[in-house]
């Protein structure tokens, strides 16, 4: 996928802060190699976890090498192009589930296809998810390329993407199965998926929560907590509700081009004033920016997926899982970085 001209003034942020390029490392440090598996379209958090990954990337922290999309409809995977394309960086591989799970458009992702005075709204090659890709393929491929141990993948979808991986056989892209091939190249996961805590209804009583990302496709979700070979970050229902996106921002902060993937994409899935909350930029923060005390870490245990999609976890030494933790200072710090981050115009690395 070529790379498109940005609007006038997105043109003169780039002349001033450098060619639109995937960076290089900051301070001999090498960026975190990462893949974004999404199912943009369902909400809009998925879009901005985007800006913050392009933003991170700009300033050398991090490297998107793909984004696979879990949600079924031809238009997610343009729109995911769209705002790679966006940001100088359309030739980032995208690959698509088949598996007819959430298929409809969604509030947003329509804004692929809007044009104006017979051009792209928002520029991009990949006019539809029925020319992309199998994401397995996208993601066997990006991993048998990748150094050992290399690699971080933030899921903020449907588990069923990385459960086929892990279902995948040796091919011609690698000798190695899917769990192998894993095993070998991917550092760490980071999944948007279940609750940890009570969540308070809308009478303020507290209930056990089943979260969407797990209902969707409850086996897979029960996969990835079973077999999944690498340690897995989960951030639960309860932290992305603790982080509400300041709909201030959205209508203060991305007024530097006159349309705004991000921005139109907030609008779109409800108009402000509405803090949206912030549950999938949360897995990518923590990837890419482990030390800086964003959010805290339970000890070690076992997350299991029960039939009904109810998560749970047991503490346990010998364990893979840890849950994401907040605390009240942290929730300051975090949302702060969070918009900053999202809103940060594209630029390079000089």
């Known amino acids: 996928m070529s790379q498109k001209t940005f609007g006038s003034l997105l043109l003169a942020i780039t002349v001033c802060l450098g060619t639109l390029s995937s960076t290089s490392p900051i301070q001999g440090d090498q960026p975190v190699q990462l893949i974004f598996d999404t199912d943009l379209g369902n909400d809009v958090d998925d879009a901005l976890a985007m800006g913050v990954i392009h933003a991170l990337q ?5 490297e998107l090498l793909a984004v696979t999309i879990t949600k079924d409809h031809e238009l997610a995977a343009a729109f995911a192009d769209a705002i790679n394309t ?36 928002f520029p991009h090659d ?6 992309a890709p199998d994401a397995v393929d996208v993601l066997r491929q990006t991993l048998a390329k990748a150094e050992d141990n290399s690699v971080v993948i933030a899921q903020v979808g449907f588990s069923t993407n990385l459960a086929n991986l892990l279902d995948s056989p040796a091919d011609d892209i690698s000798p190695l199965s899917g769990k192998d091939l894993v095993k070998k190249k991917v550092q760490r996961l980071s999944v948007m998926a279940g609750a940890f805590e ?31 070979p690498t340690p897995i970050l989960w951030s639960g229902y309860e932290i992305g509700i603790a982080l509400r996106y300041p709909h201030e921002s959205i209508e203060q902060d991305y007024s530097y081009v006159e349309h705004h ?36 870490l339970t000890s070690v245990g076992k997350v299991t997926v029960a039939d009904d999609g109810l998560t749970t976890f047991q503490e346990d030494s010998n364990g893979r899982d840890q849950y994401f933790t907040l605390t009240d200072e942290q929730i300051t710090r975090t949302l702060e970085a969070l918009q900053l981050l999202s809103s940060e115009p594209p630029h390079a690395v000089r």
């Open 58 to 62: 700009s300033r050398g922290e991090c």
């Open 86 to 121: 966006f940001y100088g960086r359309g030739d980032i591989p995208i690959g698509v589930c088949r598996s007819d799970v959430t298929n409809g458009q969604g509030r947003f992702n329509g804004l692929a296809a809007i044009q104006d005075d017979g051009k792209d709204r």
């Open 126 to 131: 990949l006019r539809s998810g029925k020319d």
């Open 198 to 228: 009570k969540i308070m209804n809308n009478k303020g009583q507290p209930y056990d929560h089943k979260e969407y990302n797990v209902i969707k496709d409850i086996p897979a979700a029960q996969k990835i907590a079973k077999e999944w």
């Open 261 to 296: 993937p991000l921005a139109e994409a907030y609008i779109a899935y409800n108009p402000p004033p509405h803090d949206r909350p912030t549950w999938d930029l949360t897995c990518v923060l923590q990837l890419v920016r482990p030390d800086r005390d964003y959010f805290g």
